[in-house]
């Protein structure tokens, strides 16, 4: 069965630096691999995805991911965080139908100092 | 863009009593939903994939009884939790897609904070 490891419980950055989640998946194929961001009480925003092709994946909001398969990794990468950045980050896995069944991550809550 | 209404955002009831939520797909039809729990400070999980005129399919150790499944249009997807209790408390978080497609067309609702008493 798929999983999704997110090393990084907690991540503080000052604004304007530049910022890396992340990502660890098992999985026996190729999988479909998410990034989504949620703000507090809110629902789920994607930023990226990965589905084959290119290796880095460029998102909303300046984000970009790559997908590295000797790794097991798909980590997310930010060059100058804004502190409107600050959220919940979720690095999820779809399985091998892409049906929309998603596996999330613990998540990464990033938090920008002024 | 494609948008998922969940309501009600927020609900506080008794402890044995039963809370409805609903999910709607507002611009789309969509034969499959999703929904998930969430803790606080915690991932989402997965409880169970809702499908038009059907059953639903509840992920191991949900128990169906408790959280009733109702997919009766393309547009909506609604959650009982029946007989709640304060270990019921907690996130509920809906998603939706487009017949045809897969995790590159899933929309989000907004959630519902359950807080039982």
């Known amino acids: 069965a798929q999983s999704v490891t997110q090393p990084d419980i907690h991540i503080t950055v000052s604004e304007g630096a530049s910022l890396e989640l992340r990502c660890n998946y098992s999985y026996g194929a190729t999988p479909y691999l998410f990034w989504y961001v949620q703000s507090p009480g809110q629902g789920l925003q994607l930023l990226l995805k990965y589905f084959s092709g290119d290796t880095l994946v460029q998102g909303i909001k300046g984000f970009e991911a790559e997908f590295k398969r000797s790794q097991s990794s798909f980590n997310l990468r930010k060059p100058s965080v804004h502190w409107s950045d600050a959220a919940e980050y979720f690095c999820?896995?779809?399985?091998?139908?892409?049906?929309?069944?998603?596996?999330f991550g613990q998540g990464t809550t990033l938090q920008v100092k002024p | 863009g494609a948008v998922v209404s969940q309501h009600p955002s927020w609900v506080i009831c008794k402890s044995g009593t039963s809370v409805k939520i609903e999910c709607r797909s507002l611009d789309f039809q969509a034969t499959t939903m999703f929904w998930y729990r969430q803790f606080p400070k915690q991932s989402l999980m997965l409880m169970a994939t809702s499908n038009e005129g059907s059953k639903a399919t509840y992920e191991q150790g949900v128990e169906k009884d408790k959280f009733l499944i109702n997919h009766a249009s393309l547009t909506l997807s609604t959650l009982t939790v029946t007989s709640a209790h304060p270990e019921d408390s907690s996130f509920y978080i809906c998603?939706?897609?487009?017949?045809?497609?897969?995790?590159?067309?899933?929309?989000f609702g907004s959630g519902t904070q359950l807080s039982v008493l």
């Open positions: 999820a896995v779809g399985g091998p139908s892409n049906t929309g069944k998603l596996n």
């Open positions: 998603s939706a897609r487009p017949p045809g497609s897969g995790g590159e067309k899933l929309f």
